[in-house]
């Protein structure tokens, strides 16, 4: 299988150099010439995730170098579990929260750094990864990419913009992992990054990025669109809608190749929060990216979603979407009544897939993906429902470790 550019003037190229390229040289995003279907009579069961993962993802790594490493590196990667939570028989929740940072970002993120760390090997290279963030996505990378061979990270972030226990999981590493803690806004720590990339006296440190447009970050996410709607398929019969918490779109990109290739889905939708892009695009017909809004689902607050040049590019996708805006006072209704109803917790981002879920009233299968635990928004939710909540053991562990940064002034020479 070739991954070409959206943009189309880049040459074509295996998985293996899409990941390690991160973004086209026409500065294009990879996608793949062909989406595959599968026969899913040979599918191994939903249970047994890396023989899932390695059924789903085979066809993409057809001819790489990495082809016969795949199914290993499945099973390094997807260590944790993904149960289907259920409300009743056609309602059910995806927990993508119960790897290391406690949020879905830890299925690509961990994908990415075997991938890579096996790559480096291969060709006898280093790299330095540099990731800007506003929470939490450097806590996933930092999390994957700690102690592999042959990398380094250096994570940026807001100094006193962060939530206490994100700045606590961006700095609790050694090792090959560096964090600065920036003064300046998430935009300083992204623009130094640019400039970072561009600086050609830097060329020597082979620097890369790990953000949510990398092909490696965004294949693994097709698997757990098939497990839950398998499940969900054996379970009632029927096709599931999957409504995903909508920020970049790469979840939801990643649902529509799982749908593509012949998932049980029956249709994708998007919640998103104040940030309205999508749904206003969806209205109009005319695309128009703008800065973000700050919102309780801080981590799908962007204006201008880096993947959409993807869907842009699969134009059949657009014409099967539908994408709803969630305000800030309804993510606090719908914490409160999806407790009050179910008892069960839903973190800030997950509140806005419940809410839609309930505008629609389906009367199918449902599955709103869960994209965090609540316990990393316990400032939020627990004012709420009014009570404690518990913080699962692999998140607790990175609580309670050192902390480890330097507080830089926003300057990207300060990084090396
Ligand atoms: C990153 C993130 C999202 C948004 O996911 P996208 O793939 O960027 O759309 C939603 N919820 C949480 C908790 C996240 O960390």
């Given at each position: 299988m070739k991954f070409i550019s959206t943009r189309k003037s880049s040459p074509s190229v295996s998985a293996s150099v899409a990941i390690i390229n991160g973004?086209?040289?026409?500065?294009g995003l990879y996608v793949p010439e062909s989406i595959p279907s599968l026969n899913l009579n040979n599918a191994p069961s939903y249970n047994d995730y890396p023989a899932l993962a390695h059924f789903v993802l085979s066809p993409y790594f057809e001819?790489?170098?990495l082809e016969k490493d795949l199914y290993d590196i499945c099973k390094e990667a997807f260590t944790f579990p993904i149960p289907l939570h259920y409300h009743n028989k056609n309602e059910a929740v995806l927990?993508?929260?119960?790897g290391p940072t406690a949020a879905f970002k830890d299925f690509g993120a961990r994908f990415l750094a075997i991938v890579m760390e096996r790559l480096l090997t291969i060709s006898k290279n280093t790299l330095t990864i540099l990731v800007a963030t506003s929470g939490d996505t450097g806590g996933a990378v930092a999390a994957a990419f700690?102690?592999?061979?042959n990398i380094e990270v250096k994570v940026l972030f807001p100094k006193g913009r962060v939530s206490a226990r994100q700045e606590r999981q961006l700095t609790c590493y050694e090792e090959n992992i560096t964090s600065f803690a920036v003064d300046g806004s998430f935009d300083d720590c992204q623009k130094m990054v640019k400039e970072a990339f561009m600086?050609?006296?830097?060329s020597h440190h082979h620097l890369t990025s790990a953000n949510s447009i990398n092909l490696g970050r965004l294949l693994p996410q097709m698997v757990y669109a098939f497990s839950s709607s398998l499940e969900m398929f054996e379970k009632t019969g029927e096709k599931s809608t999957l409504i995903i918490p909508s920020g970049n779109v790469g979840n939801s990109c990643a649902s529509f190749y799982a749908k593509e290739m012949g998932a049980p889905i029956k249709e994708i939708i998007l919640s998103v929060n104040n940030n309205t892009t999508i749904v206003d695009y969806l209205k109009s017909g005319t695309y128009s990216g703008r800065a973000s809004i700050a919102t309780l689902a801080n981590a799908m607050d962007v204006g201008d979603p880096s993947n959409m040049e993807r869907l842009f590019h699969h134009s059949s996708f657009l014409h099967n979407m539908k994408a709803f805006s969630v305000s800030d006072e309804e993510i606090k209704r719908s914490i409160k009544e999806v407790y009050e109803k179910h008892s069960y917790i839903v973190c800030p981002h997950t509140a806005t897939g419940e809410k839609v879920r309930k505008e629609l009233h389906l009367n199918s299968p449902t599955i709103v993906y869960a994209t965090a635990h609540p316990a990393k928004f316990e400032t939020i939710v627990e004012p709420i429902i009014q009570k404690k909540i518990e913080i699962p053991p692999l998140l607790n562990e990175l609580l309670e470790k050192e902390q480890h940064f330097t507080s830089i002034t926003a300057d990207y020479h300060l990084l090396f």
């Open positions: 973004l086209a040289p026409d500065g001819g790489d170098v927990e993508l929260f119960h700690h102690k592999r061979q600086d050609s006296a830097l």
